[in-house]
């Protein structure tokens, strides 16, 4: 399905030096923050009490919400647990202050608004919980990664599988480089739209990869550059239809989702257009100045003897 067809190649390799530097320096100061400033991790990482109440009725999060905050807590979590009457809120750890004391007051205030709510369970997460999970979601995405290597190297080349994890972590990077600069909170939802971006990126990128290879099959005479724009040229209204459709919905999640939805959907906001333009500027960019050719991706037939359309048969030295 296409909405509109370009009948002469966009020459997006003529300008890929000078997009790559916008994208190293944007890069660089993505990392020069996250150094410096850090993440604002939330509660799943730095620890804190996790309590569950519960209504006779559907309860109203926005209300809970501005109740629990008033008492003075920051980076307070409210959610739907299960049911639109069981709410689960996490609380990040005070010093001084015992994760009982905390749910006490959290109750008495909710009770000042509804008599009928009651505690089901309340536990604390400690420091060395959230470590663990930060371990574990570094593993993951250290996974992620490797396996997008040999993916990439395997269905294409390995020049493909380098350029696509640059391209796929030059992403990464600036999202976690927002999150910094901007002192987002940064929790388990955030990591997991990070690892969507990741594989949403690489599927762009093997999109990309795929019409370069068709172009060098297709096209004898086209130079690696000339294949590059042509593969990119024949993807544009393909990417405009499938992200475009994707950032709708993304978008309304940021919108209309509440703050539960609100730091993922921005993750994944940031993540698809960055993705696009890495798929199209840095790793295809990065594939060319890597040395791409066409006999990288397709092999010439070996001819065997006796062939009669071999020109040199019947050759006597």
């Known amino acids: 399905m296409e ?12 300008y890929a030096l000078l997009l790559n530097i916008i994208s190293f320096v944007t890069f660089a100061a993505a990392v020069f923050f996250l150094v410096t400033r ?9 620890g804190g009490t996790v309590m569950q109440v519960s209504y006779s009725q559907p309860a109203e999060i926005e209300r809970i919400r501005q ?25 990040p750890a005070q010093r001084g202050v015992s994760s009982a004391q905390q ?19 309340t536990e604390f997460v400690g420091p060395s919980v959230g470590e663990e999970l930060a371990v574990d979601g570094l593993l993951a995405l250290a996974m992620v990664i490797i396996g997008i290597v040999v993916y990439l190297a395997f269905r294409f080349e390995w020049k493909f599988g380098v350029a696509g994890i640059i391209a796929n972590l030059h992403d990464v990077v600036i999202i976690l480089g927002f999150f910094a600069f ?52 024949s993807t544009i209204s393909r990417t405009i239809i499938t992200h475009g459709s994707t950032q709708l919905m993304v978008l309304s999640m940021l919108i209309f989702g509440g703050a539960t939805l609100y730091y993922f959907a921005l993750a994944l906001t940031i993540g698809i257009l960055f993705g696009i333009y890495s798929s199209v500027f840095v790793a295809a960019a990065i594939a060319m100045w890597l040395g791409v050719k066409r006999e990288d991706l397709v092999k010439a ?17």
């Open 3 to 14: 909405f509109f067809r370009i009948r002469r190649d966009i020459p997006f390799m003529r």
């Open 38 to 46: 850090g993440l604002h991790l939330s509660v799943e990482f730095t």
């Open 67 to 91: 109740r629990v905050a008033a008492l003075g807590f920051s980076d307070v979590q409210v959610q739907s647990f299960g049911t639109a009457r069981d709410v689960m809120i996490r609380l």
């Open 301 to 317: 037939p070996v001819r065997k003897e006796g062939d009669p359309n071999d020109p040199n048969a019947g050759a006597t030295v």
């Open 182 to 233: 901007f002192q987002w909170e940064f929790s388990l939802a955030v990591l997991a739209a990070v690892l969507a971006v990741l594989g949403y990126s690489v599927n762009e990128s093997v999109v990309i990869f795929d019409r370069i290879r068709e172009a060098f099959r297709r096209y004898r005479k086209m130079s690696t550059e000339q294949a590059i724009d042509h593969a990119i040229t």
């Open 103 to 121: 749910s006490e007051q959290v109750m008495a205030s909710l009770r000042e608004a509804d008599p009928s709510v009651s505690l089901q369970r």
